[in-house]
């Protein structure tokens, strides 16, 4: 009789292809949430919230690793920056990040991560015009979240001002390189 600790994928394929699997999406993990420490370093410093080469890394994640990987490598990344590890664009870590100005934004990278893949999974980005409209509605949900929490600490107007209309330029390039490399990529 099987020890009930077993799960279900042990059961249906393995302990040696669970611990494979496990193995993979950890590593994919791990090298998703460097990918978005590094691309948070790479900043032109706006205030209060910088710009970074993070939104293209988040939706990067999508397509290659699907909506659940994608969303917990962006989760394993915040909960990095939770506990204080300098992952973040600045020098600040640690809880009280996450009542700041970028908070919204970086609740965002987890939706559009999930958003990205989930579209991509349904296929979204085998055309090119596919591929536009998925990376762009993961930078709507970015800076929807972004937006609407800076709006909370400083007001609808101000919040426009500095949290997304210097951003615009640079959202647009963002969004045609990852569709760029995107189809550029092997598909899966």
């Known amino acids: 009789m099987k020890n009930l600790e ?60 699907g909506s659940g990987l994608a969303a917990a490598t962006v989760a394993l990344y915040l909960l990095e920056g939770f506990l204080g590890l300098p992952v973040f664009a600045g020098a600040t870590a640690g809880p009280t990040y996450f009542f700041g100005p970028t908070a919204g934004y970086l609740a965002g990278f987890l939706v559009a991560a999930w958003i990205v893949g989930a579209l991509s999974e349904r296929g979204s980005s085998r055309s090119w015009r596919g591929a536009i409209l998925t990376m762009a509605a993961g930078h709507y949900f970015v800076f929807v979240l972004g937006f609407s929490w800076l709006a909370c600490l400083l007001g609808p107007a101000k919040a426009l001002a500095i949290g997304v209309v210097p951003f615009l330029w640079a959202t647009v390039l963002k969004t045609l390189l990852a569709v760029a490399l995107v189809r550029a990529a092997p598909t899966r």
Do not use: C, H
């Open 6 to 65: 077993n799960s279900t994928i042990e059961t249906i394929v393995g302990a040696d292809a669970a611990k494979a699997s496990f193995a993979r999406a950890l590593f994919w993990m791990i090298a998703g949430s460097l990918a978005l420490a590094v691309s948070a370093k790479l900043e032109v410093p706006f205030y209060p919230v910088p710009m970074t080469l993070q939104t293209l890394v988040v939706l990067l994640l999508g397509p290659a690793l």
